[in-house]
Every structure is written in structure tokens, then in C-alpha cells.
T-cell receptor, first 113, second 111 residues
Framework: NAGVTQTPKFRVLKTGQSMTLLCAQDMNHEYMYWYRQDPGMGLRLIHYSVGEGTTAKGEVPDGYNVSRLKKQNFLLGLESAAPSQTSVYFC????????????FGPGTRLTVT | SQQGEEDPQALSIQEGENATMNCSYKTSINNLQWYRQNSGRGLVHLILIRSNEREKHSGRLRVTLDTSKKSSSLLITASRAADTASYFCATDGDSNYQLIWGAGTKLIIKP
């Protein structure tokens, strides 16, 4: 099993450009999450999904959109990138609701210039 | 918002020594988890302790939980170079779906 995979691994965007980050999991997990990690800070939840076709806002959702059309995939979109969105983005999934073990992807390092 | 706060922010010890790091949180919890993150990698789950448990072991890891003080500690015994990583605590707080994360303790094991 590959677990949780993320593409791309690295990306550089110019301010105003758009992009989509793809997360895929092969563990048949219901719950999926997108986090951002900034230096000196813990993970902050952007959006999450409790099942196929559902999405919900987390702590820092502004400037991001998500979709979960298939159970195994969770997409994170940036419509108009800003330098403040420079960060490392992690996707995670879990079998049970958020208070239980989460499995993480390797991360995407995004730089917005 | 940050619920968990790890202490210390950074810890450097000799290989073979024990490493202790602490986590404090603010609201009531159902469980608390510890994760490890190697440099440039995703987080890996280490251990989960429920609110009705006081201590839990997993290999060289020992976790304690004091709900009256809203704090937890992670002890790594007989440290190895491979233990060099950042360690994060996460709590479920009062949310059904979200984990609240601390800023992490960066542990360096010197050979």
C-alpha cells in the first residue's frame, strides 16, 4: 500500500496564479484533511472532509477551496496565490473521526513569489 | 488556534540518554496523541493516550497524561541518532473532527 500520496512535491507560483494540490489515499479512509505548516508553528487545519462529496472549513480556510469527488482523493485549490500562502502543505487521512490516528502524506512545499 | 504547547522548543542530548518533552493543553480532551516528524517528511503517529489513562508504553516510548494539570509528557529512553526529529502533541479538544496541534519540540541526538 502506498498510504497517502501528494502531488506535486514542490511548486513555485507567482502571485495571482492558481494551482491544485492532489492528495490520494489507498486505505479506504472516510476522513481526509489538508493542513499547512509554517516555521515555528504546529499544523493548522485548512479544510477537511468526513466522506465522499463532503467538505468543511477548518481553522484557516480563506484563499483555499477543496473538493472530494472520490473517496480516495482530496484536492486543495488556490485560486489566486498570495505570498502568505507560502508554506508546506500536508494531507492526512483517518479511519475514524479527527481525534484518532491520522496518516500523513510527504508534503508539498509551495513558494509564492 | 494552538491548544497544545510543547516544552522545550528544542532539546539536544547525547546518544544513549533519555529525552523528555512536555505538552500542555487548554480544554478538556478525549485523547492526546504524539507524532514524530523527520526533517522534510510527513508526520508519523507514535502513540495515543485516552483521557482515562495515566500512562502508556510503546517500545522505548513512555507517555504520561495528567488531566488535572492538562499536561502530557513523552519520554524516549536510550535515545538513538535516528530519534532526531520534531515531536508534536495533538489533542481533539472539544471538536469531533479536528486535531489541535502544538508547535513541536525539536530533538537532536548527538552521536
Amino acid at each position: 500500500n502506498a498510504g497517502v500520496t501528494q502531488t506535486p512535491k514542490f511548486r513555485v507560483l507567482k502571485t495571482g496564479q492558481s494551482m491544485t494540490l492532489l492528495c490520494a489515499q489507498d486505505m479506504n479512509h472516510e476522513y481526509m484533511y489538508w493542513y499547512r505548516q509554517d516555521p515555528g508553528m504546529g499544523l493548522r487545519l485548512i479544510h477537511y472532509s468526513v466522506g465522499e462529496g463532503t467538505t468543511a472549513k477548518g481553522e484557516v480556510p480563506d484563499g483555499y477551496n477543496v473538493s472530494r469527488l472520490k473517496k480516495q482523493n482530496f484536492l486543495l485549490g488556490l485560486e489566486s496565490a498570495a505570498p502568505s500562502q507560502t508554506s508546506v502543505y500536508f494531507c492526512a487521512s483517518s479511519r475514524y473521526r479527527g481525534g484518532y490516528e491520522q496518516y500523513f502524506g510527504p508534503g508539498t512545499r509551495l513558494t509564492v513569489t | 488556534s494552538q491548544q497544545g504547547e510543547e516544552d522545550p522548543q528544542a532539546l539536544s542530548i547525547q546518544e544513549g540518554e533519555n529525552a523528555t518533552m512536555n505538552c500542555s493543553y487548554k480544554t478538556s480532551i478525549n485523547n492526546l496523541q504524539w507524532y514524530r516528524q523527520n526533517s522534510g517528511r510527513g508526520l508519523v503517529h507514535l502513540i495515543l493516550i485516552r483521557s482515562n489513562e495515566r500512562e502508556k508504553h510503546s517500545g522505548r516510548l513512555r507517555v504520561t497524561l495528567d488531566t488535572s494539570k492538562k499536561s502530557s509528557s513523552l519520554l524516549i529512553t536510550a535515545s538513538r541518532a535516528a530519534d532526531t526529529a520534531s515531536y508534536f502533541c495533538a489533542t481533539d479538544g472539544d471538536s469531533n473532527y479536528q486535531l489541535i496541534w502544538g508547535a513541536g519540540t525539536k530533538l537532536i541526538i548527538k552521536p
